[in-house]
């Protein structure tokens, strides 16, 4: 049996050829254990094997630790133990898979590998109906809510679903619905900018800013009568600076940067479509602005690159990607001279820091599919 994934950014799972990643069930070192599922990470060169009464163990069993703390063991087993609560059957098998994502460069690297795993598992117990592409979404996501305690939004494993090649998404992450946006700006190239400090949203930071945002929320909530299922998505700057003595500075600044990323998404949708470069530009680096400084979610090594795209009269301005605390910095660059920019960077990046910092050209490509028996 063999199922093919075609590339989302840079999807996981084994490289077969151009643009193709394939997960199989013949592993190099044998046959499959009777009753037994063993997993192979390539990149790691681990490796796992369970049975199903191993998916009633708790997430901290030794069973599921890896070394250098790599979750990968752990995200295997979540997403085994979500597709057994809906009824979808443990199968055993000898499976392989390794990838080009970065891990922890803020490329969503653990979302494509929960949504592929799910994928292939799910075709594996023929129940590729057990959940439609939304439902995969949220079962996903629940992965790294439990497996990892990180209670995270739901955009990676959408964007790993519903990608379209040359679009990206506009996507309200409360009503899950997906808009397409052309990506291409005449004359300008996109590309990400490795830091090359690895981040994760499973050491509890993200958790303390989501709950200093939500604990603004409350407060506003009940000032407005707006009830419990307000939103500060729906809020404006003047409604919550109404509100601003009342809570703690800084988780203030945190729903404030949520209250002024929305408006500048919505800009952005409109810059995209003027090919208005400059707009588009600007908005980065306030989008910036605003995780660096309302968030504190920054590094030395995002902002020495955010500060060179600042200087650069070949770039119109970068942005951190991902959950922040490292990983990427998306640019856009007047295409004739991306690689004078490149060079440059890297060559400045590496005096300070003594490493290349690697630059991947960002490519959007079609979301999750199945092929294959």
């Known amino acids: 049996m063999w199922i093919t994934w075609e590339e989302k950014c840079c999807l996981l799972l084994l490289i077969s050829g151009p643009g193709q990643l394939v997960l199989s069930n013949s592993l190099p070192k044998g046959t499959a254990t009777a009753g037994k599922l063993t997993i192979w990470s390539t990149n790691l060169g681990a490796e796992l ?20 703390n790599n979750p990968w063991k752990l995200y295997v087993c979540g997403v085994l133990k979500e597709l057994k609560a809906i009824g979808v059957p443990f ?48 079962l996903t996501r629940a992965v790294e809510v439990n497996a990892l305690g990180a ?28 808009e397409y946006h052309p990506i291409a700006i005449q004359g300008y ?22 709950a200093g ?13 707006r009830g419990k299922d307000g939103l500060l998505v729906d809020l404006d700057v003047q409604t919550l600076q109404k509100y601003q003595s009342k809570v703690d500075e800084e988780k203030y600044q945190m729903a404030l940067y949520v209250v002024e990323e929305t408006a500048r998404t919505k800009q952005f949708v409109k810059a995209m479509g003027d090919g208005d470069v400059d707009k588009v530009g600007e908005l980065l680096l306030g989008t910036h602005d605003g995780l660096a400084n309302k968030l504190k979610i920054s590094t030395e090594e995002v902002e020495f690159i955010v500060d060179k795209c600042k200087e650069s009269k070949q770039c119109k301005g970068g942005r951190m990607m991902g959950a922040g605390f490292g990983g990427c910095v998306l640019a856009v660059v007047h295409s004739p001279d991306t690689q004078g920019f490149i060079t440059e960077l890297q060559a400045s990046f590496k005096a300070k820091y003594g490493i290349d910092p690697e630059v991947y050209p960002a490519l959007i490509g079609d979301g999750q599919m199945v092929e294959g028996p």
């Open 213 to 225: 945002m939500e604990e603004v929320l409350a407060v506003v909530n009940e000032g407005e009568n």
């Open 91 to 138: 199968c055993p098998a000898n499976v392989a898979f390794g990838g080009n994502v970065p891990m922890g460069s803020g490329l969503s690297s653990s979302a494509s590998l929960c949504v592929s795993l799910a994928a292939f598992f799910l075709r594996l117990a023929g129940k590729d109906d057990a959940v439609d592409q939304r439902g995969l979404a949220k």
């Open 189 to 210: 190239t996109w590309i990400l900018i490795n830091s090359m400090h690895k981040h994760s949203v499973g050491d509890g930071a993200y958790n303390k800013l989501r």
């Open 151 to 178: 209670n995270i939004g739901i955009m990676d494993e959408m964007a790993s679903i519903f990608g379209k090649k040359n679009q990206f998404i506009e996507l309200n992450c409360d009503t899950l619905e997906v």
């Open 49 to 68: 094997t369970l049975d199903g009464d191993a998916l009633d163990k708790p997430y901290n069993d030794e069973l599921f630790k890896a070394p250098d």
